[in-house]
Nanobody, 122 residues
């Protein structure tokens, strides 16, 4: 069982930066692949980024490549999403997710956090 708690969201102007954190409970965090998804009002939850349990492999959706960076600290049971050059279209609730296998679709993740709101003003 893994419990996830996100933090770091907020209101930022376009072009600004935010760093999201996702703290995980459980002694087996280092064995889980982690991912970030986001959901804007009226839209489906979409994949943003994912990272392998070792931190050695990272994947991004095209719209955030070069702007967002996913990383993890297994000693702290935490995964991060560094977001730079933010755009109004990045506005959404951001959720972290965990599963034994790295996947790119929301339906395949077993554990979810409650989410943190990111709002980017123009």
């Amino acid at each position: 069982q893994v419990q996830l708690v996100e933090s770091g969201g907020g209101l930022v102007q376009a072009g600004g930066s935010l760093r999201l954190s996702c703290a995980a409970s459980g002694r087996t965090f280092s064995t889980y692949a982690m991912a970030w998804f986001r959901q804007a009002p009226g839209k489906e939850r979409e994949f943003v980024a994912a990272i392998a349990w070792s931190g050695g492999g990272a994947y991004y959706t095209d719209s955030v490549k070069g702007r967002f960076t996913i990383s993890r600290d297994n000693a702290k049971n935490t995964v991060y999403l560094e977001m730079n050059s933010l755009k109004p279209e990045d506005t959404a609730v951001y959720h972290c997710a965990a599963d034994r296998v790295l996947r790119l679709t929301a339906a395949e993740y077993s554990y979810w956090g409650q989410g943190t709101q990111v709002t980017v003003s123009s």
